[in-house]
């Protein structure tokens, strides 16, 4: 089946150190996205990527960094320097929705990273 | 700035009951505006679009309403059950643009049985 896998699922940090989340996709989608979400809100975008070899800041980018090696794989990096790194993260790509024009987001189940 | 917001947090309806979720925009230029649907511990998925120039459309059990003059979205859920409980976002799309998407803060849905 098509779809976005992150790993891991649960993750656990200890101050001063970074993590790497994994996410692949066998969509053949083009863009790819992270998103952090906390307790009781919205989705904030941190990076996204268009192409291969690209990617683009979000909204709160400091602290994270990913690369675009390959299209099916777009890997965040939550680093040190990240100040509330506990979160609940989102990786997904875009692509064009069954019956419809719209280019919409296909989920991963998410990565949840606390930091002790 | 651009903003996709929801008005209210969160919505208690009884199962068999029609559920309303509603949505302010204020970016006029997008091209779409899509509905997700987040359970408990998962990721979002896509329930139905509607673009800009459609007043209404029509899914299984869903209907999405728009209305441009006030900027405002809602999704209908018809014969709510029990497992329609979930966060609920709208979002905008910009047609085929790799631009950001931009989600509002969620509406949390609880089903009473």
């Known amino acids: 089946d098509g779809g976005i896998t992150q790993s891991p699922k649960y993750l656990f940090r200890k101050e001063g150190q970074n993590v790497t989340l994994s996410c692949e996709q066998n969509l053949n989608h083009d863009a790819m996205y992270w998103y952090r979400q906390d307790p009781g809100q919205g989705l904030r975008l941190i990076y996204y990527s268009q192409i291969v070899n690209d990617f683009q800041k979000g909204d709160i980018a400091e602290g994270y960094s990913v690369s675009r090696e390959k299209k099916e794989s777009f890997p965040l990096t939550v680093t040190s320097a990240q100040k509330n790194p506990t979160a609940f993260y989102l990786c997904?790509?875009?692509?064009?929705?069954?019956?419809?024009?719209?280019?919409?987001?296909?989920f991963g189940a998410g990565s949840r990273l606390t930091v002790l | 700035g651009e903003s996709v917001g929801l008005h209210l947090p969160t919505l208690s309806v009884q199962e068999g009951d029609n559920s309303i979720i509603n949505c302010a925009y204020s970016?006029?230029?997008?091209?779409?505006f899509i509905w997700y649907k987040q359970e408990s511990g998962k990721g979002p998925q896509f329930i139905i679009d509607i673009r800009s120039n459609m007043d209404k459309r029509q899914g299984q059990r869903v209907t999405v309403l728009l209305n441009k003059t006030v900027k405002h979205l809602s999704l209908q859920i018809a014969a709510t059950q029990p497992g329609d409980s979930a966060v609920y976002f709208c979002a905008e799309n910009k047609g085929t643009s790799y631009d950001k998407v931009i989600f509002g803060p969620g509406t949390s849905l609880s089903v009473i049985p």
């Open positions: 997904a790509s875009r692509g064009l929705a069954v019956n419809s024009g719209a280019n919409v987001l296909t």
């Open positions: 970016n006029s230029a997008s091209d779409y």
